[in-house]
T-cell receptor
Framework: AQTVTQSQPEMSVQEAETVTLSCTYDTSESDYYLFWYKQPPSRQMILVIR??????QNATENRFSVNFQKAAKSFSLKISDSQLGDAAMYFCAYRDGGSQGNLIFGKGTKLSVKP | NAGVTQTPKFRVLKTGQSMTLLCAQDMNHEYMYWYRQDPGMGLRLIHYSVGEGTTAKGEVPDGYNVSRLKKQNFLLGLESAAPSQTSVYFCASRLTRVQETQYFGPGTRLLVL
């Protein structure tokens, strides 16, 4: 069975600095998708960024980028120029390409941003 | 376009009571999902549906039932609530099999005493 591991329960970053959140996953599939979701105190799950496994180029969305290492099964999220509004729980998630779209989530990393 | 909505937002139940959580989406999505989120955990899939009239079990289906009588609605039922079902419940939907992104509702917080 596929698993997703986030080894950092909590992280802290100074405003305007850069922080990297780690995620590793285990799968025997070759076709899959990876996601980072943000959950602020409002509890709303917000998609931050996604990566298709068949793409070698790392995905980027404004200040958010990923470092996708397929062989190492690693999918880290880098947040540049951190802002107070980035403070939230961040969840890494995995989905098989051939599945019904069921997401498998890691346990999350709580990110604090210091002014 | 409201996206994915959930009713109610918060509910307190006594052990043994029953209730139904409603998820509605106005995006004409085929796929719908129910997850639960417990402290220190990510979301875990309870049940899902790949179209009107179809449902399937997820990772943690015990104690729950679902129905998808209309394409836009996905109901999650608790027949006899237990304290272990205290959780935050999220509904999500996705357009088609090849569309990757799931859109989440705001969540329902359930407390079972």
């Amino acid at each position: 069975a596929q698993t997703v591991t986030q080894s950092q329960p909590e992280m802290s970053v100074q405003e305007a600095e850069t922080v990297t959140l780690s995620c590793t996953y285990d799968t025997s599939e070759s076709d899959y998708y990876l996601f980072w979701y943000k959950q602020p105190p409002s509890r709303q799950m917000i998609l931050v960024i996604r990566q298709e496994a068949y793409k070698q180029q790392n995905a980027t969305e404004n200040r958010f980028s990923v470092n996708f290492q397929k062989a190492a099964k690693s999918f880290s999220l880098k947040i540049s120029d951190s802002q107070l509004g980035d403070a939230a729980m961040y969840f890494c998630a995995y989905r098989d390409g051939g599945s019904q779209g069921n997401l498998i989530f890691g346990k999350g990393t709580k990110l604090s941003v210091k002014p | 376009n409201a996206g994915v909505t959930q009713t109610p937002k918060f509910r307190v139940l006594k052990t043994g009571q029953s209730m139904t959580l409603l998820c509605a989406q106005d995006m004409n999505h085929e796929y719908m999902y129910w997850y639960r989120q417990d402290p220190g955990m990510g979301l875990r899939l309870i049940h899902y549906s790949v179209g009107e009239g179809t449902t399937a079990k997820g990772e943690v289906p015990d104690g729950y039932n679902v129905s998808r009588l209309k394409k836009q609605n996905f109901l999650l039922g608790l027949e006899s609530a237990a304290p272990s079902q205290t959780s935050v419940y999220f509904c999500a939907s996705r357009l088609t099999r090849v569309q990757e992104t799931q859109y989440f509702g705001p969540g329902t917080r359930l407390l079972v005493l």
